[in-house]
């Protein structure tokens, strides 16, 4: 017995699905934009998490730097 695939021609063909994770990365985008001046920080914060394995002790010098522009951001 032949299995047959038969395609419909009334088929709307769809875009194919983001990249896993595509709109984690979006969102991120979104809400390092929120960070302002502290972006830069909080980006070289997550690089020396990549890069370190994320070990968050050997990335403690980020970790107070984004901290303390965070707070100088509160007191504005």
Do not use: G, I
């Not at 002790?57 to 901290?67: E, T």
């Amino acid at each position: 017995m032949e299995k047959r695939v038969t395609e419909n021609p009334n088929s709307e063909t769809q875009p194919p699905p983001p990249p896993n994770h595509q709109m984690d990365a979006d969102d991120d985008d979104e809400n390092v934009k929120q960070l302002k001046e502290c972006s830069s920080l909080y980006l070289s914060l997550q690089d020396c998490l990549v890069d370190s394995n994320r070990d968050w002790k050997s990335c403690q010098k980020h970790v107070q730097a984004l901290k303390e522009c965070h707070e100088r951001r509160m007191k504005k």
